[in-house]
């Protein structure tokens, strides 16, 4: 059965620090990885899709990067802002691609 | 373009009653998911459903939960009997058909359900 870890749990940072959110996944036969962010009361929004025969993705300040033999993957969000305050989930498929099994969550606080 | 509608955003029953909850998928996209946050918990898929029929329906709670997704219009999450214990923020996401699917989900806002 596959299990999705995120640490570190929460995560605080000063602005303009680099953000390094970890995800690990038990199960090395993944379709892809997705990561989402979801603010308080609100849904979840897409970030990046890695698919599995991808090593990373970026889009502006995120990259994302996926070790499929270690079961891992990392979120970088570059020079963070306040506005980048959320909780950050990662979220693989099982046996389907729509049936995702999401970690916990990272949640970031971002000072000014 | 608009995106996943979910509606109500909000949504408070007693003991008891029924709670109907709607989803439109994005334009274009003909599968729909439904997921159950409870409240410190994380997501956990419920339900997978295209153009009337259920997919897979293994995250479903055995009573009292069912799906459906029709020819026309919203799919519905109904819960009949709600207890105090189905208090969550309910999600609905959505993809393209096969052919089209890069295996990404849209998701809505949610519809919270209170259950008095």
């Known amino acids: 059965k596959q299990e999705v870890t995120q640490i570190p749990a929460a995560l605080s940072v000063p602005e303009g620090e680099n953000l390094v959110l970890n995800c690990s996944f038990t199960?090395?036969?993944?379709?892809?990885l997705q990561w989402f962010r979801q603010d308080p009361g609100k849904g979840l929004t897409s970030l990046l899709l890695?698919?599995?025969?991808?090593r990373e993705q970026t889009s502006g300040r995120l990259n994302a990067s996926l070790d499929k033999s270690s079961g891992r993957s990392t979120l970088y969000i570059a020079a963070s802002q306040p506005g980048d305050s959320a909780t950050y989930l990662c979220?693989?498929?099982?046996?389907?691609?729509?049936?995702?099994?999401f970690g916990a969550g990272t949640q970031v606080v971002v000072t000014p | 373009n608009a995106g996943v509608m979910q509606n109500p955003r909000h949504l408070v029953r007693r003991r008891g009653q029924e709670a109907r909850l709607r989803c439109s998928p994005m334009?274009?996209?003909?599968?729909v998911y439904w997921y159950r946050q409870l409240p410190e918990e994380g997501l956990k898929f419920m339900v997978y459903?295209?153009?009337?029929?259920?997919?897979?329906e293994s995250g479903m709670p055995k009573e009292r939960f069912s799906a459906e997704f029709p020819k026309e219009g919203p799919s519905i999450l109904r819960i009949q009997q709600v207890v105090r214990g189905d208090s969550a923020a309910y999600f609905c996401?959505?993809?393209?058909?096969?052919?089209?699917?890069?295996?990404?989900?849209?998701f809505g806002e949610g519809s919270r359900l209170t259950v008095l």
């Open positions: 979220a693989v498929p099982t046996d389907s691609w729509g049936k995702l099994q």
């Open positions: 890695i698919q599995s025969s991808q």
């Open positions: 459903l295209q153009k009337e029929n259920i997919i897979d």
């Open positions: 996401a959505s993809s393209p058909p096969a052919g089209r699917n890069t295996g990404e989900l849209f």
């Open positions: 334009k274009g996209h003909s599968h």
């Open positions: 199960d090395s036969a993944i379709y892809n």
